[in-house]
């Protein structure tokens, strides 16, 4: 325990368990307590990736508090409340309060309405930098997202992609498992490369390298990169 | 020295020496040969920020060969094809020769274009992700770069931002000092938060919050992040 409480949001890739940086490795260590969504561990995949090179997280301190992604904007703002008045009370006692992030905590956390909150407050909080599913995916693919000059869009879980594929560029789908059918269909006839990774750097991992290859249904843990025809 | 030669890309972050990850670490340390853009290793950042946290690099052997970015796009692929030839004749005698990339290979950098030329000829090539300076910079100003349903729109250089400002969601400027001052321009009067960080993770960086703090002359690695108003 160190002299004053803190948040951290920590990034620990998307997968493979060797993606974690040093910092992140450094700072779940520190860590007095571990905020997860389930009771059980095992069922956060965050936690399961950090388990494989940090295993002493298993000696750290886990409370489970519901944040599920709901669509709802005032019932997640009131879970996000809940969450954080949680983690301000740890910090009074002078807790290190971290919450483990797939990816990166910029990008799609549940951390990052957490940190607004506390910082807000005054309560310090730090966020540990992880590899993404934007690059990571593409690494795994062996495939460059941007050369010199080109423009890159990152695109969230949407079937209105009509516009997006318009723009210059590389464009990344996010989290598209759920949408894929509707993506594929919109695709389909472009002149474009279409790549694709379906739970990068887990076991399960599968990877594909044209639009017909995607099946239509699959993990929400979907990246679908789309390049223009070089 | 393995049973066969490859070539990584290894991504080593953009500064905080303990942004690299650990697969990062342990292919530094497989390296037969670094490839480097200068004689003097202390030159290359990508070197100086792999030294801090893997010192091992030292007993690496490096080879010097000239790959900074030029316009012109004759001159340039000419240039990574007597790199990649030099590439190739190390793999041949079986060695594992790596390039350093600053951030992520995936994205705007020297290794995809020899990755590339290495694919087509049926050599083994890895990349090894890293930390990039589009959520490094965002998580070092304690800002999210998106909430749910956010798209990201990552740009590089060009003073050309009046139609990308027009996107919805938040946008990132890649290594816009040579064109912060009209970029700056362009952002004053609009409904937006504009943040910016210069040498991200090294010892002289700074962080900027409002368009005015930004100066108009600076560093090449100069991040600028613009997010809608919430």
């Known amino acids: ?23 992140a490795v450094k700072c779940i260590k ?7 969504p389930s009771n059980d561990p ?18 750290i301190e886990t409370l489970a508090l519901e944040f599920e992604m709901v669509r709802d904007e005032n019932v997640r703002a009131k879970n996000h409340r809940i969450i954080y008045e949680t983690a301000k009370k740890l910090v009074s006692e002078k807790k290190t309060v971290s919450f483990l992030t ?3 905590p910029a990008l799609y956390s549940t951390y ?3 940190a607004d909150l506390a910082q807000k ?11 993404s599913s934007i690059t990571a995916c593409a690494n795994r693919l062996g495939v ?7 423009q890159l869009h990152v695109i969230p879980d949407t079937e209105d992609i009509e516009g997006m594929l318009e723009l210059p560029g590389t464009k990344v789908l996010m989290k598209c498992g759920r949408s894929i059918s509707v993506i594929k269909e919109k695709l389909k006839g472009k002149r474009v490369s279409v790549y694709a990774v379906e739970n990068c750097g887990m076991p399960e991992e599968k990877c594909y390298r044209s639009v017909d290859e995607i099946p239509d249904s699959g993990s929400y843990m979907l990246t679908v990169i789309v390049k223009e025809l070089g």
Chains 1, 2 share one sequence.
């Open 1 to 23: 325990m160190k002299t004053e409480g803190m948040i951290y949001g920590i990034g620990v890739g998307i997968g493979d368990p060797e993606d974690i940086t040093l910092k």
């Open 30 to 36: 520190e860590s007095d307590i571990l905020i997860l």
């Open 42 to 59: 095992e069922k956060c995949r965050a936690y399961r990736i950090a388990k494989k090179s940090v295993p002493e997280i298993e000696d």
């Open 102 to 104: 797939i990816g990166d």
């Open 112 to 114: 990052s309405y957490i």
């Open 121 to 131: 407050d005054g309560i310090k909080t730090e966020a540990v930098s992880g590899v």
């Open 144 to 150: 460059t997202l941007c050369d010199a000059g080109t």
